[in-house]
């Protein structure tokens, strides 16, 4: 797959699918880079591995080179338009929406309002509570309304949202929320290079949480 066909027009798309993956996960790109990013691809390729279809593809502003993102209605709507094309993948797979930062947020943003009904569970890679620097938790307000199982994969190093804040509100939200911290972790899920680890090494570990987590939301048949 390479395009799929939004109501704003054909943008570029990804598949990464295999006869062993049992689920798929529409995966949105963040605000400032595209479906290519290093994080996608490699954190793409781990969920694969590990039994998570992945569906890619790239908002309208970015598929024009364009650097602002598109307003938010449009954002949510190119979403809810490319969980059309990903229903029709699942082949009775359960389907499970997020993304990095801004498309995680999203994301979630389209099914508090009502645009996405066919998801059984939101996973944010990294979310972005705030700008960097101007604490807040208004970004997480409509969180309240989204009736859905939650992922938060966080680093404790994230300057958009801090191990503190994530906690309070995991607290608001209650047992719908599951979060999980990667130590030494920052925004982009990289590591200072005092840390020891070798940079390729949180995908995996990315991919286990998810994979457990999408088990413990999919109904045994």
Known sequence: ?????????RVAAALLDNDHCDSLLL????????????FMENAA????????????????YMEKGRKAPDRQHLLTSSIAGAVRVANNICAGRPLFVGGKSMGGRMASIAVADGLIDSAVGLIFF???LHASGKPSQTRAAHLTDVDLPLLFLQGTRDRLASVAEIESVSRVLGDSVTVKFFDGADHSFRFLKSS?????????EIAAVVRHWCKEQTPVA
């Not at 680890?197 to 995908?203: F, I, M, N, Q, T």
């Open 1 to 9: 797959m390479n395009n799929i066909e939004l109501e704003t027009g």
């Open 126 to 128: 990294g979310f972005p």
């Open 196 to 204: 020891g680890r070798e940079a390729d090494s949180v995908y995996p």
């Open 27 to 38: 995966f949105v790109h963040g605000a400032g880079a595209g479906m290519r990013h290093e």
């Open 45 to 60: 390729r781990a969920l694969v591995a590990a039994g998570i279809a992945t569906l890619r593809f790239q908002f309208p």
